[in-house]
């Protein structure tokens, strides 16, 4: 069965650093996004990215986070300046455009900012 | 989107239906009711959607009220790694969508 995989599966980090968190979504799917999940909270949507552009992003998502398609595989999240705040379990998910209401959801990457 | 009240936790007994029940009630014509899973901290798992008909697929059944305004998950022989939060969500749908999760319904499934 088709999966979306991500990496690192953990991650620590100094305060202040720049992190890029990886997705490889489901290969015909065309719709990705992140979502995050901070320790014992609720899941949280960030962005969704269609044809190489942000389509819709939360307001959380600020001028640190930046998302990116660099080939035809990978997705990636990047952090700029971590803040302690920004530890949680980030999922990417995909979706398909004809699979109406279906996302599939990666394991999650946990970013430890300390 | 319009909001959901789920309870926070149920107990099922392994081998029983587990009954979830979703309270929607400012939902409008045009809005889906999705349920995804989670279980423990791994990514979360669509479950089921509907509009208005009841559905069935291999994991569970949904049953959406009449009016719209509520609806249950049915797991109809819970396991025990059917153990999980269960959120119903409220949405538009369509591809370019985001999902509003809530604190769900911790699903306890026993021996």
């Known amino acids: 069965e088709p999966e979306v995989t991500q990496t690192p599966s953990h991650q620590v980090t100094q305060m202040g650093q720049e992190v890029i968190l990886r997705c490889v979504p489901i290969?015909?799917?065309?719709?990705f996004y992140w979502y995050r999940q901070i320790l014992g909270q609720k899941v949280e949507f960030l962005v969704s990215?269609?044809?190489?552009?942000?389509?819709?992003k939360s307001e959380i998502f600020d001028d640190q986070f930046s998302v990116e398609r660099p080939d035809g595989s990978n997705f990636t999240l990047k952090i700029r300046s971590t803040k302690l705040e920004d530890s949680a379990m980030y999922f990417c998910a995909s979706s398909d455009r004809v699979l109406t209401g279906e996302l599939f959801f990666g394991e999650g990457s946990r970013l430890t900012v300390l | 989107d319009a909001k959901t009240t789920q309870p926070t936790s149920m107990d099922c007994a392994e081998g029983r239906a587990a009954n979830l029940p979703c309270n929607h009630s400012?939902?409008?014509?045009?809005?889906?009711v999705y349920w995804y899973r989670q279980i423990h901290s791994q990514g979360p798992q669509y479950i089921i959607h509907?509009?208005?008909n009841n559905e069935t697929n291999e994991m569970a059944s949904l049953i959406i009220t009449e009016d719209r305004k509520s609806s249950t998950l049915i797991l109809p022989h819970a396991t025990l790694r059917d153990t999980a939060v269960y959120y119903c969500?409220?949405?538009?749908?369509?591809?370019?969508?985001?999902?509003?999760f809530g604190k769900g319904t911790l699903l306890t499934v026993n021996p």
């Open positions: 990215f269609y044809n190489n552009e942000i389509s819709e």
């Open positions: 290969s015909n799917h065309l719709y």
């Open positions: 509907g509009l208005k």
């Open positions: 969500i409220v949405s538009l749908g369509g591809s370019n969508y985001k999902l509003t």
């Open positions: 400012t939902i409008s014509g045009n809005e889906y």
